[in-house]
């Protein structure tokens, strides 16, 4: 029974599922995720996820929950690197806002790894997920990466395949 990553906090007074208030382990959580059986049903879950496919190592799934159109950017090598490197600690969501935008949800985190020094340190940072409707019209969370330089203009058409032009819609929060 493998707890699952998501669920570890380095704040001991801090659980993630206080309604349940036990440990959730990785088979009831994020794995059925990381395996492509469940889909990310909101922007939380899309980050509870990636943070987890970092602490197992799963750098695929790091790129293909990343908006399509950025995918091919993306350095799979050194995510994997980095997430191998990294002794994570724990994960806080913040908080969660589910309609920043039209299509766009933020989530306000912080994850915790242990410094070279043995102190406890944290990525504290907000994420932007788009949701992209596909062929079937079924809704797909993305993350969107920020650190991945685009040649988009900004009247292009937006790089999720909303049709509306990118400086209204992604574009807003790629700066
Ligand atoms: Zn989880
Ligand atoms: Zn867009």
Redesign the pocket.
Known sequence: MQL????VSAKPAFLASPVLNQP?V?SD???PYHQGISKAETAERLM??R??AFVQVLPEYIVHTTLPAQQALLDIEAIEQWARETPWAGLEIVEHTPKLGKRQAQVEFKAYYTAPNGAQAAHHERSTFVKVKDKANSDTWYFLDPTTAMSVSQKQPCICGSGEKFKRCCGVYLV
Request: hydrophobic letters at 10%.
């Open positions: 699952c990553p998501c669920q959730v990785y959580c994020c794995q509870r996820t943070y987890s």
